[in-house]
């Protein structure tokens, strides 16, 4: 057996021990619940699965789960379960769309992280108020800071006195949403020695207009924190 079939029985397995799983858990409830909500324990392995595994044992999940809810859950002497057949699948369905969203979404924000982590170029990023968030190995070893060191330290300081009216400058180009590409200029290293850089930054987003609007301040304080990128590559 070949490593993609012992990864396929082990997905289908795991949708069928999640589903019985929940079934146990269900059971000795029951006395409580006397039928109600009978699908709400089935969602989780439903989730697990659309997170985990493909679209086979999420549908395999989402039929057990059923067919488990029906054997032993749902009063077969009430009226008025059929009808909510649909409505489970219909939540099922939304659940399983969403999840599977967000781990696409997630992948992707690893791979980018990969890649800006393995990158040889020194990348930064740091909000539209010059504070630093994040940086790479290579930006890292080329400042001599620390990762914990960089992340909320301003920008600023990074910038010798000769050159500190740049950055007013670059973050109003950057909240207007340009970008600047192969920026020469002059940095400092955390012993003090000056290098020579081409820069370039780039903005992830537009927040002129959200920073002119009334927003809350959970969303003033996302939007604030949106990151600008910053590579900076040796001049020589």
Request: one cysteine or more.
């Amino acid at each position: 057996m070949n490593r993609r079939s012992r990864l396929i029985y082990v997905e289908y397995g795991s949708a069928v021990l999640a589903v019985a799983g929940a079934t146990l858990l269900r059971l000795p409830l029951d006395r409580f619940l006397h039928g109600r909500a009978p699908y709400a324990f089935y969602y989780v392995p439903i989730l697990l699965m659309a997170w985990r595994c493909g679209v086979g044992p999420t549908i395999v999940s989402i039929m057990l789960s059923l067919a488990a809810a029906w054997a032993f859950v749902v009063p077969g002497s009430d009226p008025g379960y059929d009808a909510t057949i649909a409505i489970f699948l219909l939540v099922s369905a939304t659940m399983v769309l969403m999840a599977r969203a967000a781990r696409k979404t997630q992948e992707a924000r690893s791979h980018l992280a990969s890649i800006v982590e393995s990158s040889n170029d020194a990348i930064i990023t740091k909000d539209l108020d010059g504070i630093i968030q994040s940086s790479n190995v290579a930006a890292e070893r080329l400042f001599g800071y620390t990762s914990g060191e960089f992340v909320g330290r301003a920008a600023s300081t990074l910038i010798p006195p000769d050159h500190e009216d740049e950055e007013p400058q670059i973050l109003e180009r950057l909240r207007r949403g340009e970008r600047l590409d192969h920026f020469e200029t002059v940095r400092v290293t955390k012993r003090g020695e000056r290098l020579d850089l081409s820069l370039s930054f780039k903005s992830s987003s537009s927040s002129s207009a959200a920073r002119r609007s009334c927003l809350p301040a959970r969303t003033q304080m996302l939007i604030n924190t949106r990151c600008v990128r910053w590579w900076m590559g040796s001049c020589g």
